[in-house]
């Protein structure tokens, strides 16, 4: 199963070895394609991308095209949960260092699928896209 794959590849990228989270993304890709099993590629790309913004081969081009693709993926699914998250890693990529120009597009993108959930509606994912809204202001 791929979701249990990139869960892993979570798991082993929040406590530093990302080696070991990019071995696990890449199988989780290996199996989707291997499977047809499409339902979870949004988080795939992005946890993709996660990896490829952090040390120590960096590279946040790379990882701003597996964002891209999270992003499309998930709105051909009707993900939006996965759409937000992909926002959110989207917001926290240029927040770190990019253009103005590129700020303004993650707050928009932020404020327009932040807007699909209901105002009253909450989770960790919502609040921090509201935070990321008032960061990048």
């Known amino acids: 199963m791929p979701l ?10 929040r406590i530093g070895q990302i080696e070991r989270a990019r071995s696990f993304a890449a199988s989780a890709a290996t199996l989707m394609k291997q499977t047809g099993e ?10 993709h991308g996660t990896l490829l913004s952090r040390e120590p ?6 990882a701003m ?7 499309v993926s998930a709105r051909q699914l009707g993900a939006v949960g996965w759409e937000l998250r992909t926002a959110i890693s989207i917001a926290r990529l ?8 590129g700020r303004t597009e993650a ?5 327009s699928t932040r807007a699909k959930f209901a105002s009253a ?9 509201d935070d990321l809204v008032r960061v990048l202001n």
């Open 4 to 13: 249990y794959r990139i869960l892993l590849a979570t798991e082993f990228g």
């Open 107 to 111: 707050q928009d993108l932020l404020i």
């Open 65 to 71: 095209r597996m964002f891209k693709r999270s992003l």
């Open 38 to 47: 499409r339902w979870a590629a949004p988080e795939i790309y992005r946890i």
């Open 94 to 101: 240029v927040s770190a260092g990019g253009s103005a120009s």
């Open 57 to 62: 081969l960096r590279d946040d081009r790379a």
């Open 121 to 129: 509606e909450t989770s960790r994912d919502l609040r921090e896209a």
